[in-house]
Each structure stands twice: as C-alpha cells, then as structure tokens.
C-alpha cells in the first residue's frame, strides 16, 4: 500500500474539509498500480458489507472520518517494520471514542 505521507495542512475557506480530505486520498491513489486499485475496490466492497452485516449505512460523514483518522495517524505515528496492527487498533480507538463521545453528548439518531 501507498504510505499515507501527505503533509499536513488548514482547509481553507475556499475548499471545505471534506474536499480537503478528498483531495489528500486522490494525490496518493494518483500514484498507485493497478494491482493496488483492484485491492482497494476489493477492500472497499467487502467494507460495505461488512458495514451491512453490522447494521451500518455507508456516509459521506463514516468516510471522511477515516480519511481524517488515516491522514492523522500517518502524520503522528510511526510504524515501521511493516507491522501495522498498533495502527489499525489507534483506528479501531479513535472510532470507538467518537462513538463514546457521541452517546454522552446524546447526538440525535444514537443510542
């Protein structure tokens, strides 16, 4: 996979987040092989069921939020070795926060 090695940056008022993020996940699939978008689409249908099998729809908000929290971590943690189990759980842990977050604050549409 493409090192997520976007440098850091302010959205400005001209170009919201969400194309900000867009823009960051675009400039590193500019460079991949083909063999790596064809895992990606794999990785990315069998996401979308697995988000089903869990009673979860797929939304522009689930899918900046881990753009953001892959662009996060890459800026602020580093795995090297090719071991990326420690990454995936900061993932897994800042969506659980989230998640945490949004059930203290009673967000609306939570449990």
């Not at 493409?2 to 940056?9: D, K």
């Not at 900046?64 to 090719?82: K, N, P, R, V």
């Amino acid at each position: 996979m493409i090192p997520l090695a976007v440098a850091p940056s302010v959205p400005s008022a001209a170009v919201s987040a969400l194309d900000h993020l867009l823009a960051a996940t675009d400039s590193l699939a500019d460079g991949a092989e083909s063999w790596q978008r064809a895992e990606w689409h794999l990785l990315t249908a069998g996401f979308r069921v697995r988000l089903g099998q869990l009673g979860l729809e797929p939304s522009v908000e689930a899918g900046a939020a881990l753009i953001a929290a892959a662009l996060f971590l890459a800026e602020h943690c580093d795995e090297w070795d090719g071991d990326a189990r420690d990454a995936l759980a900061e993932v897994a842990t800042l969506g659980r926060a989230m998640v945490e977050h949004a059930h203290r604050d009673g967000e609306p549409g939570n449990r």
